[in-house]
């Protein structure tokens, strides 16, 4: 076994190899870039060195500077995760001949299997089966075109190396391909260095179905069961679970053969992720094959009890797999798992990715049945050049309904206060009768994507005052106005005196407070009478008796008209987080007596909504434009932005270049009325 590793990437993944590597005894050698100075993979490692600057393709793109830490620090082996050069053949025979033992497939494998055009040529002379589609290296955007159309519409087109949702286009007409193409190509050059794309078919309403399999240089291949994929949005996943409530003992059988096929027909070492295309009359197609560790991983190992870090490890260094694995060729699950992202994005906005510091993060305590890999901890910042996940969250349980009550469960107790987070999202999602039910396809998301993003007027209409999570924050603020008081009281001459009561007690009439919640745009209004968990509330015309109210370490008791309910609840300065076992409400508290100054849309002008590099500037100054126009083209957070123009007009002045870096609000485009 290895004495010193380095680990050729960053974030949570980069934390998990560390954990199992401490687990071993093993010393870790991280690198990091000028943005991860203080990240957390570089506090956990034994080492940490520099590579570059903030952008990919200044650090954790730059092999030749990897592999110098990794022979200055003394490793014996590199272990390059997911992303960055995970797949890139190039990088594995650089590490090879330089002596250091690359924890994953060889080159030559990953050319033939990390090639997601290579591997379709492949499993087609195998006989497994395959989307009909174009995979040559030809790129000329002329014969793509010839190609889309022999092909036919639906199709995709996909960046033939990376994954995780980044350069792929469904396009449904000629018109639209070439668009597509360019934007395509374009997000594949930025994320993996390579801008080569694939086309084929598009099936409609698949389900996405993967194998974990493991080979090591002894001969031996097997495969660790299946992940189900399906819920995903733009093809990007978004949960995982194993075993997959769709498929049938023999289609599980057959598939799993085809994999462990796959695989042996080149002799592969580590591990590697088939990935199939399911129809929903149980027909499969080969995807792709993934030669790395997949974002994912967790599930299998949560039924599985495998440390698939660890089988990576002792492969690379030469052992064989566990007898009982090849013994079997896989081994049953136990139990169910789940795994959802948390990241850092506005649902509302297009999931628009956030950047920025986590003021509060609280994430569930890790158990038997609960299992975080995060990369950042409260007070950490969310770096604008790298994905915006904040934590990937594990469920297990004996069945798929516990599996999921666990993730409802943990989800609850998320708490995220600075950039916007996904955590509703994720709640609604696994509520959702397509997930519970287990009948989500790869489009499903897209397509309904409004189930998924009710907002909380919506949801809080039926008329039940007991339910309104308005008024809960209210009384969350004023027990804990009153607390403040009592506090301060304690330390005054006279803790009786009515003047350091919260109660909005005054001589001649009965107390009367406002409380002023903002939820968004919405200013709402509260009066209350009463204290010390008794009170009388109303807004509008809504009015409601609450009694017996208690808040104690984060939970909030009380009698709603006689109902007793409780909410989680968490107040970090003026914010005011509500969760009643279901769904989970924001709020601000605001001044009660403030002005209010009229709101209109900045409709003149297109600001950036993030930090981010200017890709292509597709308007003119003088040029008269419709709502909706695209107007410029961004690149933040490796995915590709369009800003459009909010109204119709007339481009008055455009404020950057291609090439230009802006920060959050930049003024970019001006726009003035048609005269």
Partial sequence: MFSTILIANRGEIACRVIRTCRRLGIRTVAVYSVADATAQHVRLADAAYPIGGPAPRDSYLRGEAIIEVALKSGAQAIHPCYGFLSENADFADAVAAAGIAFIGPSGTSMRKMGSKAGAKDLMDSHGVPVVPGYTGEDQDPALLAREARRIGFPLMIKAAYGGGGKGMRIVRSAEEFSANLESCQREAGNAFGRDRVLLERYVEKPRHIEFQVFGDSHGNIVHLNERECSAQRRYQKVLEETP??????????????????????????????????????????????????????????????????????????????????????????????IEVRLYAEDPDQGFLPGSGALRTLRLPEPSSHVRIDSGVIEGDNVSVFYDPMIAKMIAWDVDRASALQRMRDALAEVIVIGPKSNVAFLERLVRHPAVVDGSIDTGYLDRHLDEFLVGADAERAGGDPSSDPRFSAAIVSLLDDEAEAMSAARGSNDPHSPWNRADGWRHGHPGKRVIVLLDGDERIEISARGANGDYHLATGETRIDVSHARLSKGWLSAHYDGVSKRHRAFVDGARITLHDGERRSQFDHAPAFAFVGATSEDTDRVVAPMPGRIVMIKAEPGQDVAEGTELLVMEAMKMELTLRSPRDGRVEAIQAEAGDFVEADAILVRLEPIV
């Fill in 244 to 337: 997959s409530p769709f498929l049938t003992p023999d289609l599980r059988t057959r598939m799993g053969e085809a994999a462990i096929g796959a695989a042996r027909a080149l002799d592969y070492v580590n591990a590697g992720t088939v990935e199939f295309i399911v129809g929903q009359q149980g027909d499969f197609y080969f995807m792709e094959i993934n030669t790395r560790l997949q974002v994912e991983h967790p599930v299998t190992e949560m039924v599985l009890g495998l440390d698939l870090v660890e089988l990576q490890l002792r492969v690379a260094a030469g052992e064989s797999l566990p007898a009982s694995l090849i013994r079997n060729k896989s081994i049953p699950a136990n139990g169910h798992a």
